[in-house]
């Protein structure tokens, strides 16, 4: 297996609503944000996957090591082997690939956070920096586009954190700002028990109000130049705008389940995207 086949397998086994968006990219962008992904989903999994924490932060470590090894041009993982040599093309940073892996060891020392701007810090860690990288690789010919990109990952990662609370919470870990749960009259003990109530629907929809502006305030900044080439993230918006309003609509039942569209409606949904340009 090639490394650029290792990371399509890897893309394809996910199920992840990125995939869609790739599809309509040309053949050396499309590797490229594959093997971006695929570096994702490694690092990731190594922290979600991984019950004993220093063995962890050991493979953290090791994957830091062959970042830098990829940046020497040296790399010896099939992930960092596809990756390598799309570093110049796109100009991507070892600094935000570092960033990733900053953020993954965030979840190894912390399960709570306080406020909004500590919620904040994380995500920029392990979502606005991913799109800022994805971006770069769409095509930017102007600044405001990586602003763009950067409140899109955060907006993605709030998505991702209502969507999951429930089975967040299994694993012991509550991404929701503490200062928020109690604005709300909402314990840790309720949604680590998955206690459902009007206080708990209360906080989602203030959690959904928040997203859906950062979706707005991201789309703003897009300019009307670099559109074309960043479909692949006006894919993706689209496809977790449906996913945020079918969770909506169930009043946010997140803790006993996880909602997900069907492959085929995400699909149309990249379709119409694309087409409409």
């Keep these: 297996m090639s490394p650029d086949e290792y990371c399509q397998q890897k893309a394809v086994q996910s199920g992840s609503s990125f995939y869609y968006s790739f599809l309509f990219l040309p053949s050396e962008r499309r590797r490229a944000i594959t093997a971006l992904y695929a570096f994702c989903r490694e690092v990731d999994d190594t922290v979600d996957e991984c019950t004993d924490v220093s063995i962890a932060r050991n493979k953290l470590a ?23 040599p799309h ?51 769409f095509g930017v010919t102007r600044s405001e586009t990586l602003q763009y990109a950067e409140k899109l990952g955060l907006a993605f990662q709030l998505t991702n954190i209502i969507r999951d609370v429930g089975e967040d919470a299994r694993k012991g870990r509550i991404y929701l700002p503490v200062s928020e749960l109690q604005q709300f009259n909402v314990t840790a003990a309720d949604i680590l028990n998955a206690r459902h109530s009007e206080n708990f629907e209360k906080l989602m929809r203030f959690q959904a109000t928040r997203a859906k502006t950062l979706y707005e305030e991201a789309f703003a ?57």
């Design 87 to 137: 570093l110049a093309t796109y100009a991507l940073e070892g600094k935000h690939l570092q960033a990733i892996i900053d953020g993954m060891e965030m979840d190894l020392d912390q399960t709570r956070y306080l406020d909004y701007a500590g919620l904040k810090r994380y995500c920029w860690h392990v979502a606005s920096v991913v799109g800022i990288l994805s971006a770069s690789i």
């Design 62 to 84: 090791w994957w830091r090591r062959e970042i830098q090894a990829m940046l020497d041009g040296a790399p010896t993982h099939p992930v960092t082997k596809a990756l390598q």
């Design 221 to 277: 900044l897009l300019p009307a130049e670099d559109r074309r080439a960043q479909r692949p993230g006006l894919i993706m918006a689209s496809i977790y705008r449906a996913l945020l309003d079918e969770i909506e609509r169930d009043n946010f039942h997140v803790l006993e389940q996880k909602t997900s569209l069907t492959p085929i409606r995400k699909l149309w949904l990249a379709w119409k995207t694309y087409v409409r340009g």
